[in-house]
């Protein structure tokens, strides 16, 4: 049984409450069915908080919100063992990382250290503290924020870590006829709070992406998506330009990272295949932060959304 009708109201009801942001959105349902992690970009006051908020009212799971900060510690995030005076013995106390959906608001205010804590729980979705280890739930996404305008007294991520992340989103300003809608919809809560959806059951998200495993994809198509990902380490095979932009390309998660998505956009769009254009239109996200430009790119004023085009221009679909 197919599982789209009830992703379907789920992503209609995130549009209702997520005006002008439809790719962020979309990026989020991809997340959650790719069982993957988001690295968001934008402006302050661009709804990218409150975008995980909805979703986390539209599932079922709990959401946590961890402010990164400067004075944060590794143990604030993962938790750390407490000492029980009545019993005399240390007892693991989880942090805010053992939820269903957590958001990493400001991950570059943050040290290395505490960045490292939350990366390391994504990628082995277990925490260590001393000699035991504990899980994390099965349902476990996480979505950072960067704030692109101020970068006075912040922590970039290394690129080794930014490799963690299924995707890296820009969210861009809405436009006028959004905005408007954004003020009346603002003003109509304020007036009566609308009721969330019922929230829907984690074992319907699983079954979902045990659909989209299973969608079909030609071995043209497999073949696409690897040679996108090549075409990155050796860019001036394709183009001068391209070789003399590119210092460093993408790792073999990019291509993990594009079957996984172009899987579950095409799934999102109602289809039992994947076609070269799903990888097109989730490239950027996929690619974005996992390229290192070089300072020839700069002086030319060539960004990784321009190269991107340019690479895609380039590789010939299968």
């Not at 009801?13 to 069982?35: E, M, N, Y």
């Not at 302050?44 to 900060?69: N, V």
């Not at 269903?100 to 505490?114: F, G, T, W, Y």
Request: hydrophobic share 40%.
């Amino acid at each position: 049984m197919s599982h789209h009708q009830p992703i379907g109201q789920l992503r209609d009801w995130l549009s209702s409450q997520i005006i002008g942001q439809s790719a962020l959105i979309d990026r989020l349902l991809i997340a959650l069915l790719a069982d993957g992690h988001l690295l968001v970009e934008g402006a302050p006051g661009l709804a990218k908080t409150r975008a995980i908020k909805a979703l986390a009212e539209g599932i079922e799971g709990d959401f946590q919100r961890i402010q990164f900060t400067p004075d944060l510690l590794p143990g604030d995030v993962t938790g750390s063992d407490i000492y029980r005076p009545e019993t005399g013995v240390f007892e693991f106390q989880s942090g805010p990382v053992f939820h269903n959906l957590v958001l990493a608001d400001e991950i570059n205010r943050a040290p290395a250290k505490v960045q490292s804590a939350l990366l390391e729980a994504m990628a082995e979705r277990q925490v260590s503290v001393g000699n035991k280890t504990f899980g994390l739930p099965e349902l476990f996404l996480v979505m950072a924020t960067q704030n692109p305008l101020e970068q006075e007294g912040t922590y970039p991520l290394p690129e080794a870590q930014l490799d963690r992340f299924l995707m890296h989103v820009y969210v861009d300003y809405p436009d006028t006829e959004s905005e408007l809608a954004i003020l009346r919809q603002v003003r109509d809560e304020q007036r009566q709070q609308t009721p969330p959806p019922t929230p829907l059951p984690q074992e319907t998200i699983f079954e979902a992406r045990r659909e989209i495993l299973s969608l079909t994809m030609t071995e043209a198509v497999e073949q696409y998506i690897v040679q996108l990902v090549v075409a990155t380490r050796r860019a001036g095979e394709w183009d001068a330009d391209l070789g003399n932009w590119l210092e460093v390309g993408a790792s073999p998660r990019a291509t993990l990272a594009l079957d996984r998505c172009s899987r579950a956009l095409a799934w999102l769009r109602g289809r039992d295949y994947v076609s070269p254009d799903d990888v097109q239109h989730i490239a950027h996200d996929v690619l974005r932060h996992r390229l290192i430009l070089s300072f020839t790119a700069e002086a030319d004023g060539v960004d990784k959304d321009k190269l991107i085009d340019r690479l895609l221009q380039q590789v010939p679909v299968a």
